[in-house]
């Protein structure tokens, strides 16, 4: 087909293809661009599901003598996208005489003996949640948990503490948390059987793991779903 144009629609057609061409341009290089956004330049938070906590940083911070809190520090960790850290005595605690752990355990707790620790965190300031859990020791917390709520201040922060036992419930766990942070909100804590964690050792007096038959376990909610209910009491995740 031929299309004859008049000098005037000429003009016209070349002025429109122009302006079409140079917001076609524009466009393209702008999407191209490495120039960094606002957005990217941030500095990361931690990925969480819970929009409770969306914009919050958040730390995991525990003491594990068996691996059963751990195992609960990492139950929490996927629900949260919290980090974590590990709370270790500078000298450890032994772990093939289980008999004379329980005794030294016994005697720290009771003389209120904080033990020095392996390492520090260096930006404790950038947390605003902290949960914090340890295995119960003789009614309470761990000594090197202790230590931790000695060397830190944890004024404003947000702790929400957990633990493990062996059947005899937190103890005085929370209240010695509250007593240690006074400057910090403490919130209502999760006590978890050991037999409700997935893995979990059972150390009998010799240190020897021994089991509880199957039935038994079977009698006990899953650890995975008691955090979900505590969470959902703590309002971090919407009831289903």
Request: charged content about 20%; glycine content about 8%; hydrophobic content about 35%.
């Amino acid at each position: 087909m031929n299309l004859s144009l008049q000098g005037g629609e000429s003009i016209m057609l070349r002025k429109i293809l122009t302006t079409s061409l140079t917001l076609v341009l524009t466009a393209v290089l702008t999407g191209c661009s490495g120039a960094p956004t606002k957005e990217n330049t941030q500095p990361p938070v931690p990925q969480t599901t819970l929009p409770a906590l969306q914009g919050k940083k958040i730390l995991i911070t525990y003491f594990s003598y068996s691996t059963n809190t751990a195992q609960t520090a990492r139950l929490l960790q996927a629900k949260t996208g919290g980090e974590l850290f590990t709370i270790e005595p500078a000298t450890p605690y032994s772990t093939t005489d289980y008999r004379s752990v329980s005794a030294q355990g016994q005697r720290e707790v009771r003389s209120g003996y904080k033990p020095l620790l392996k390492t520090r965190l260096n930006n404790i300031s950038d947390y605003d949640i902290i949960f914090l859990g340890s295995p119960i020791w003789w009614g309470t917390m761990a000594p090197p948990v202790a230590t931790f709520l000695a060397d830190y201040d944890l004024t404003g922060k947000t702790i929400v503490p957990f633990c493990t036992h062996a059947g005899y419930g937190a103890g005085t766990y929370f209240d010695d948390i509250a007593k240690a942070a006074p400057q910090a909100k403490v919130l209502p804590g999760l006590a978890l059987d050991r037999r409700s964690v997935p893995g979990a050792l059972f150390l009998d007096a010799d240190g020897r793991n021994v089991p509880p038959a199957q039935e038994e376990r079977a009698r006990y909610p899953s650890a995975a779903a008691e955090i979900d209910n505590w969470l959902q009491n703590l309002k971090f995740l919407k009831q289903r």
